[in-house]
Nanobody
Framework: QVQLVESGGGLMQPGGSLSLSCAAS????????MAWFRQVPGKEREFVAA?????????HYADSVKGRFTISRDNAKKTVYLQMNSLRPEDTAVYYC?????????????????WGQGTRVTVSS
């Protein structure tokens, strides 16, 4: 079955960097548009970034992370990454990897059928 497994979360000081990974299995990874979402308690899951299916590498970002976060994918390794730089306390959340069997990305979590279990990121001094 389809499985997404995130790793790389942890505690970081403001201004620091973290890199998240999401390893996929059970799917034709290159045909999936992949995304990262995040969620804090009491709030809805929020779109962070997406990279479309294939090898073209077209990406999209939420305004709150644009210029600080970078999403990328390695189809050979069936892995999607999120490089997070210049971290802020408001980036604190559980980060989820999501996959959508489509060449198009989507902003809504409802458009993604595959989800990881999440990895916690805490930005605090």
């Amino acid at each position: 079955q389809v499985q997404l497994v995130e790793s790389g979360g942890g505690l970081m000081q403001p201004g620091g960097s973290l890199s998240l990974s999401c390893a996929a299995s059970g799917l034709t990874f290159s045909r999936y548009s992949m995304a990262w979402f995040r969620q804090v308690p009491g709030k809805e899951r929020e779109f962070v970034a997406a990279v479309v299916a294939g090898s073209g590498g077209t990406t999209h970002y939420a305004d709150s992370v644009k210029g600080r976060f970078t999403i990328s994918r390695d189809n050979a390794k069936k892995t999607v990454y999120l490089q997070m730089n210049s971290l802020r306390p408001e980036d604190t959340a559980v980060y989820y990897c999501a996959g959508r069997y489509s060449v198009f990305w989507a902003h809504s979590e409802r458009e993604y059928g595959a989800w990881g279990q999440g990895t916690r990121v805490t930005v605090s001094s």
